[in-house]
């Protein structure tokens, strides 16, 4: 069992830059892809980015391709989410989850663990 606990976000102007981060704890997360989803109100969850054990080259959504950078510190078992150039449409609760393998799946039925997630609001 892995749990994941989501912190960072909050309200952020357009423009700028913010970063989330997700610690694992229980299971270790050697071994765990790591993702980042996101889910607008009114919208379906989506695919933000993933990233292997050994980090790799991550996928990244188109919508935010060049501006979000994930990484991950396997010492410390946590990921990041490195956020700039912020829109409004990026305002959404974004969700931390966690799958084993080495597969970075972009759909959320993959991935079987999940935090609790965190707002990031981009006003404009």
């Known amino acids: 069992q892995v749990q994941l606990r989501e912190s960072g976000g909050g309200l952020v102007q357009a423009g700028g830059s913010t970063i989330l981060s997700c610690a694992a704890s229980?299971?270790?997360?050697?071994?765990?892809?790591m993702a980042w989803f996101r889910q607008a109100p009114g919208k379906e969850r989506e695919f933000v980015a993933a990233?292997?054990?050994?980090?790799?080259?991550?996928p990244y959504a188109d919508s935010v391709k060049g501006r979000f950078t994930i990484s991950r510190d396997n010492a410390q078992n946590t990921v990041y989410l490195q956020m700039s150039s912020l829109k409004a449409e990026d305002t959404a609760v974004y969700y931390c989850?966690?799958?084993?393998?080495?597969?970075?799946?972009?759909?959320?039925?993959?991935?079987?663990?999940w935090g609790q997630g965190t707002q990031v609001t981009v006003s404009s």
């Open positions: 989850a966690a799958r084993p393998g080495s597969a970075t799946y972009s759909y959320h039925g993959s991935y079987d663990y």
């Open positions: 229980g299971r270790t997360a050697s071994g765990y892809v």
């Open positions: 990233i292997s054990w050994s980090g790799g080259s991550p």
